[in-house]
């Protein structure tokens, strides 16, 4: 068969490639394409934006009569990176109130688990579930240093064993961008028995993860929902990257119990750009296992 290849330099601006890749498909009258990225740097000469110049070197003679150099640039540098922190953070802030909105949308109970980070660090799921929802969120802070491992475990255990003796079941809960890896890990052991999950965990389930930064261990866990908690279909575990000029914000969501989940990853992509003004990267979507059907024949 006939093929088509095009090799496209972008400068930074990388989320234009999948424009350039339907616009290009679309002239061709080309019905299916596939394509990759390649990440490289170039020459640095310190162009960066909001008017850094190219590094210069002011000299001067000491006492001893050698060259004593300094980068007049440095100070510069360091301010441009201030701003821009500053600025990622929160335009990443909107992106989580905007991602985390658009996903409740679909829930029906009250009822949300909150993971954040220490007691004393921000929480922005928390905020945003509190300021904008009607739901009754429960907080799970992370292990503090001056806690023992044994200590916090207890604490989160206690906490979720609230919400199974008085009968309310969880549809959704959120992992906030400041939850570290242990968190995760006491969470995993608790929902590892399977007859406290199935009191905790409502049919239809939502978890949603965010992360400013790429985290392995985030995605192993959510993955978690779909090969061990919940496996049968409707199952349903993807990772969408939200991305500008400055920063990423990745969202991993995982769904049981929602037929409609494609349709509605669809409207929570489109919701959260047009939200956010950053353009979207699905990393990919696994689904879960068939369920059982009675007195199956195979056609074959």
């Given at each position: 068969e006939k093929y088509c290849a095009f090799d496209i330099m972008l400068w930074s601006s990388f989320e234009k490639m999948y424009a350039a890749k339907r616009a290009l498909a679309s002239t061709l009258g080309s019905s299916t394409s596939s394509s990759y990225r390649i990440v490289t740097t170039g020459v640095n000469i310190n162009d960066v934006k909001d008017g850094t110049q190219v590094a210069q070197k002011t000299c001067s003679a000491d006492t001893k009569?050698?060259?004593q150099c300094k980068n007049d640039q440095d100070h510069t540098t360091h301010d441009v990176h201030k701003r821009t922190e500053s600025a990622s953070k929160e335009d990443t802030k909107i992106a989580v109130e905007a991602s985390i909105m658009a996903l409740l949308s679909h829930t029906s109970s009250p009822e949300i688990l909150v993971f954040c980070g220490e007691n004393s660090h921000p929480c922005s799921a928390l905020e945003v579930v509190e300021k904008s929802t009607a739901k009754v969120a429960t907080a799970i802070y992370a292990c503090p240093s001056s806690e023992s491992e044994f200590t916090c475990e207890s604490r989160i255990r206690g906490s979720t064993r609230s919400l199974v003796e008085s009968e309310r079941k969880l549809d959704s809960f959120i992992i906030d961008s400041e939850a570290p890896k242990q968190s995760a890990q006491i969470i995993n052991k608790i929902l590892g028995r399977a007859e406290l999950r199935g009191r905790l965990l409502a049919e239809k389930f939502i978890a949603v993860g965010t992360s400013i930064d790429d985290?392995?261990?985030l995605r192993v866990f959510m993955d978690r929902?779909?090969?061990?908690?919940m496996?049968?279909?409707?199952?349903?575990h993807a990772e969408v990257l939200f991305n500008d000029e400055v920063s990423?914000?990745?969202v991993s969501i995982y769904t049981s119990g929602d037929p409609y989940f494609y349709g509605n990853l669809v409207q929570f992509?489109?919701?959260t750009e047009e939200q956010t003004r950053r353009s979207s990267d699905v990393r990919y979507v696994l689904d879960g296992l068939d369920n059982y059907?009675?007195?199956?024949?195979t056609s074959k």
């Open positions: 009569g050698s060259a985290k392995p261990w929902f779909r090969t061990d908690f496996p049968y279909n409707p199952s349903f990423s914000l990745g992509i489109a919701s059907v009675a007195d199956f024949v």
